[in-house]
């Protein structure tokens, strides 16, 4: 939703843009090629291999473009650090980018067997793996209902709980069969989406904390905008869409003009070149 984000966020010449998720620079770019790089840009990200591909991605703007390795719920403290009081405009692109659930080595994807890791940020502890190893059934149940939204939740949960006493479960593909045998068999054909989806998006989320660090970041980032600065974020499931909403209304009149009454959706033609953008939301809102 690259257009839509370069029109909501109404871009200034000599304007502060904090990119939240800055991945590959693809939003970064957008914005220093529309003001002829007559602008600011500071990336955030958790994940190093995406800040190196920021980085070449954006070397001819390298004067005008900070890339920084962090998480963005630290915002606030990363603005100080570099001066910076208040920015023109702030963009959240939540969720997995195109480079990770690509990657065939970091566990994101059951397309690939790879070990069950799922880290944006390597450098953290916690991997998926930790917490199928070690997490109670009831624990790993909790996750995946309230996380993925699935189904059968307590039946997989009890799976796993009953296959690692026998074989650890290290790898996607470890997972994966053990969620073929726990989801019945009419339950796993015909539908929209693979059976496999929503217990790696529940893993993947908690590992990552992805619900809470958003949280925290929007409580802080309103704060952070100019007067009709704008915060522009597009969110791709229920579970982050809920929270931006509800954050988005406790701060309206007081702080914010909300300007997307209903969530923005991807073109047809877009979805057509990038399928991955069908599940997109954008909800935009304005410092008062």
Not at 29 to 40: H, N, P, S, T
Not at 204 to 220: G, M, P
Request: with cysteine; glycine share 6%; hydrophobic share 40%.
């Amino acid at each position: 939703m690259l257009k839509e984000v370069l029109w909501w966020l109404n871009i200034r010449e000599g304007g502060v843009y904090l990119d939240c998720t800055v991945g590959a620079g693809g939003h970064s770019r957008a914005i220093l090629d529309e003001m002829r790089g007559k602008v600011r840009i500071i990336g955030i990200d958790r994940d190093e291999e995406g800040l190196k591909i920021a980085s070449q991605e954006l070397k001819e703007y390298k004067e005008q473009t900070t890339l920084i390795k962090a998480n963005f719920k630290e915002l606030a403290q990363i603005l100080k650090e570099e001066n910076v009081d208040l920015v023109n405009g702030i963009i959240y692109d939540l969720g997995l980018s195109s480079m990770q659930l690509d990657s065939q080595t970091r566990g994101f994807s059951f397309r690939w067997t790879a070990p069950l890791d799922m880290r944006m940020d390597s450098s953290q502890a916690l991997t998926a793996a930790h917490l199928v190893g070690e997490l109670s059934q009831k624990e790993l149940e909790d996750i995946f209902f309230e996380l993925g939204e699935e189904r059968w939740a307590r039946r997989i949960a009890e799976f796993i709980v009953e296959e690692r006493r026998q074989n650890p479960i290290k790898t996607t593909s470890n997972l994966l069969e053990v969620m073929r045998r726990a989801v019945p068999a009419k339950f796993r054909r015909g539908r929209r989406t693979h059976f496999a989806t929503r217990v790696f998006q529940a893993l993947r989320i908690k590992v990552n904390e992805e619900l809470e660090n958003l949280r925290v970041s929007l409580s802080y980032s309103f704060d952070l905008l100019q007067k009709e600065g704008r915060v522009c974020v597009i969110s791709y499931h229920s579970l982050e869409d809920r929270i931006v909403k509800q954050k988005f209304n406790e701060a309206k009149e007081e702080k914010l003009n909300i300007l997307t009454k209903k969530v923005i959706r991807p073109s047809k033609k877009e979805v057509r070149i990038n399928p991955r953008a069908r599940s997109a939301r954008l909800r935009v809102a304005e410092r008062i």
